[in-house]
């Protein structure tokens, strides 16, 4: 398949990157099923982006973070699920949007199947690269809010910064450091402090 390199692409160096398929908006999921395998690739209103290996320092705070919001679920005895990436959702339930969220917390089962989610996850953690920044902070923005997703939040280790949409309510988007104790909207006393976490 043909490849149009962004210049976001060719900035990236060996950063995860995402390259916008040519052809322009006329995918489907049928693309994304019919990559080889191994390849990764995210749908956006027909739009698709084929996504790299990511860093050791992205899959690091994916461990953590996953780790302690799984964490604080069970103790809790919570019934919300804790799903990184590589994990599908077919958030519009459409034939156009398809996308691989580095964290999905879905707490609706029903939403669930061995194929992937079915709808928008409750929070989305997606860990920015110098090659996603356009897709992270704006069209997934979008989509997210679309969709029905009531929290985001956008993880920035070069800069150390969280940025966190509460969609569910409504809020103006908030950046912290890393070494604000941030908490999680859809939980009632999950704080995350990502210089506490070993990466």
Not at 58 to 80: N, P, R, T, V
Not at 100 to 110: F, H, R
Not at 154 to 169: G, L
Request: with cysteine.
């Amino acid at each position: 398949m043909e490849v149009k390199k962004t210049q976001e692409w060719e900035a990236a160096g060996s950063e995860e990157r995402f390259m916008t398929m040519k052809g322009g908006k006329g995918y489907t999921i049928a693309d994304i099923e019919a990559l080889p395998e191994g390849e990764r690739a995210e749908l956006i209103d027909g739009e698709m982006f084929r996504m790299d290996t990511p860093t050791t320092t992205h899959q690091d705070i994916l461990i953590e973070l996953a780790f302690e919001i799984k964490s604080y679920i069970k103790k809790k005895k919570g019934l919300c699920k804790v799903l990184p990436s590589p994990y599908g959702v077919y958030i519009k339930k459409d034939r156009r949007n398809f996308v691989e969220p580095d964290i999905s917390v879905i707490c609706d089962k029903e939403k669930i199947d061995e194929k992937g989610c079915h709808g928008a996850p409750d929070w989305v953690i997606e860990i920015v690269s110098p090659s996603s920044m356009k897709t992270d902070y704006e069209w997934k923005v979008k989509l997210y809010r679309e969709a029905g997703v009531r929290e985001y939040w956008i993880i920035d280790a070069k800069k150390e910064r969280v940025t966190v949409y509460d969609f569910e309510h409504g809020k103006e988007a908030a950046a912290y450091a890393f070494t604000d104790g941030i908490k999680a909207g859809i939980f009632e006393e999950l704080y995350l402090n990502l210089s506490e976490m070993d990466f």
